[in-house]
Each structure stands twice: as structure tokens, then as C-alpha cells.
């Protein structure tokens, strides 16, 4: 069955410091993949996306992701994280590429930032 | 922008209790979701609607009805709630196939006692 992990369920970074958040998936072709953030009381917002083409996609909020197709992953990297970058960060797949109901979440990853 | 509007945040309601969760959208997307979100396990689809008057059953159903009488108002229903219902509930809609993004409302948190 299809599956997406994010191995971090917490993480702490210092601001101004480097971020990667890890996703893997698993399936059989190669899926649609997305990044999006939950900020503290807030519903979720996408981040970017990755349908085909170049590997490295650029998001909003200076946030970058890089599809490897060897090791199925798509992790989430931001290079100076900010304060306001504090949040919930959900990698998402997509089994089916026209239909919503076949998305399949992570559980999550949960950004705490240090001043 | 879109606005996905949940008309409740918060919710506490007791065990037996018909609950309606209320979604209203205002960008005529055909598309609208209910999910449950609970800490470790991430967003888990109840139920989906692509058109007025359609409902699909998603990946937990058990326990959830829904109704879709109008495109932008999207509902879920409890039953009669019961305490492993006690979660955050998101409801999203979207337009189109996944290459649009989902938009999501606040949530509603659902305390059943």
C-alpha cells in the first residue's frame, strides 16, 4: 500500500540556522508530492509542489524541496529559518494525479524555532 | 484568496450528541473534504464531495455522515459523538484535479465528554 513517513516527529533549530525535513514515500510510479505547512491555529497552506521536470522546485517563503527518485524521498529544506517559520509540516502524495481523495498525508513534523 | 470558513473553532459537546460541523467556501470549487487530523497519524479523509447532492466515503467514514445541498457548503455530521471522535477537524476544497492546491480552513476542535 502507498505510505508516506516523515521520520522527524519533532525537531528544534536555532533562527538563522539550516533546515531539512525528511519525507519518504512509497509507491510504485512516480507521484505528485507536496510540502504544507500548519501554522498554530491555522489550516494547512501549500508550500510548493512536484508534478515532473526539474527535481528541485522552489516554494513560497524561501522554502526549496528536491525530489530523489532512488530513494523516494522529497525533503524540505529552508536555509535561514525565521521565527515565524514555527509550525507543523505535512509532506503529502498524490496516488492518483486527478483526483484529491487519493492525497495521502505524513504524520507530521513539528518545528520548534530557538531565538 | 479563497476562504475555506469553519464555523466553529472550538466544540465540546457530550457522548450521544448529534454534531454538525459546518464549511462554507467562496470560490465555487466543485471539490470539498472533511479530514481528522490527530497528533502521529497526520490528516485522515472522512468523507469528499466533487459535486451538490454527491458524497464519497473516504478512509474513515465509520461513525460521520455529510451533506452537500449547496456547491459551497459542505457539512459533517456525528451522529451521536462518542469520545474517540474527540480530535481537530479540517475541512478543505479545492478545484480541478491535484495540479490546484487544497485550501483548508482553521478547524474545528471537537472535545467530546
Known amino acids: 500500500a502507498q505510505s508516506v513517513t516523515q521520520p522527524d516527529i519533532h525537531i528544534t533549530v536555532s533562527e538563522g540556522a539550516s533546515l531539512e525535513l525528511r519525507c519518504n514515500y512509497s509507491?510504485?510510479?512516480?507521484?505528485?508530492l507536496f510540502w504544507y505547512v500548519q501554522s498554530p491555529g491555522q489550516g494547512l497552506q501549500l508550500l510548493l509542489k512536484?508534478?515532473?521536470?526539474?527535481?528541485l522546485v522552489q516554494g513560497i517563503k524561501g522554502f526549496e524541496a528536491e525530489f530523489k527518485r532512488s530513494q523516494s524521498s522529497f525533503n524540505l529544506r529552508k536555509p535561514s529559518v525565521h521565527w515565524s517559520d514555527a509550525a507543523e509540516y505535512f509532506c503529502?502524495?498524490?496516488?492518483?494525479?486527478?483526483?484529491?481523495?487519493?492525497?495521502?498525508f505524513g504524520p507530521g513534523t513539528s518545528l520548534s524555532v530557538i531565538p | 484568496d479563497v476562504k475555506v470558513t469553519q464555523s466553529s473553532r472550538y466544540l465540546v459537546k457530550r457522548t450521544g450528541e448529534k454534531v454538525f460541523l459546518e464549511c462554507v467556501q467562496d470560490m465555487d470549487h466543485e471539490n470539498m473534504f472533511w479530514y481528522r487530523q490527530d497528533p502521529g497519524l497526520g490528516l485522515r479523509l472522512i468523507y469528499f464531495?466533487?459535486?451538490?447532492?454527491?458524497?464519497e466515503k473516504g478512509d474513515i467514514p465509520e461513525g460521520y455522515s455529510v451533506s452537500r445541498e449547496k456547491k459551497e457548503r459542505f457539512s459533517l455530521i456525528l451522529e451521536s459523538a462518542s469520545t474517540n471522535q474527540t480530535s481537530m477537524y479540517l475541512c478543505?476544497?479545492?478545484?480541478?484535479?491535484?495540479?490546484?492546491?487544497?485550501?483548508f480552513g482553521n478547524g474545528t476542535r471537537l472535545t467530546v465528554t
Open positions: 512536484y508534478f515532473s521536470g526539474d527535481t
Open positions: 464531495s466533487y459535486d451538490v447532492k454527491m458524497k
Open positions: 478543505a476544497s479545492g478545484k480541478g484535479a491535484v495540479n490546484s492546491p487544497l485550501h
Open positions: 509507491y510504485g510510479a512516480t507521484p505528485y
Open positions: 503529502a502524495v498524490a496516488t492518483d494525479k486527478t483526483s484529491y481523495d487519493k492525497v495521502i
